[in-house]
């Protein structure tokens, strides 16, 4: 089973920007697709995006599509969120996940493995 750890959350004023990371340990991280979902307080988890394993494919949520950018850097076993535009609707705890896969995967069922997740506040 893989460890991943997510960083970069905090409070920021809506149209400003973020940059969360996931940095994955215990598993070949190249070889695993990654992806970002978010659950806001009383609310289901939702898919936001997600990365093949070599970075050539990504998928995005409607609410994020045009903002939010996946990346990856499979030399630092980690997958990156860039977040601009925010709004306060993005307000969530945003987590990342793994599986191995050569797809890329957009529903929470299919990851195997998951981080603690990391507090995103967008304030109006």
Sequence with gaps: QAQLKESGGGLVQA????????????????????????????KEREFVAAISWNGASTSFGDSV?????????????????QMNSLKPEDTAVYYCAGRYSRVVITTAQEYADWGQGTQVTVSS
């Design 15 to 42: 149209g400003g920007s973020l940059r969360l990371s996931c940095a994955v340990s215990g598993r070949a991280f190249s070889s695993y697709a990654m992806g970002w979902f978010r659950q806001a307080s009383g």
């Design 65 to 81: 599509k045009g903002r939010f950018t996946i990346s990856r850097d499979n030399t630092k076993n980690t997958v990156y969120l």
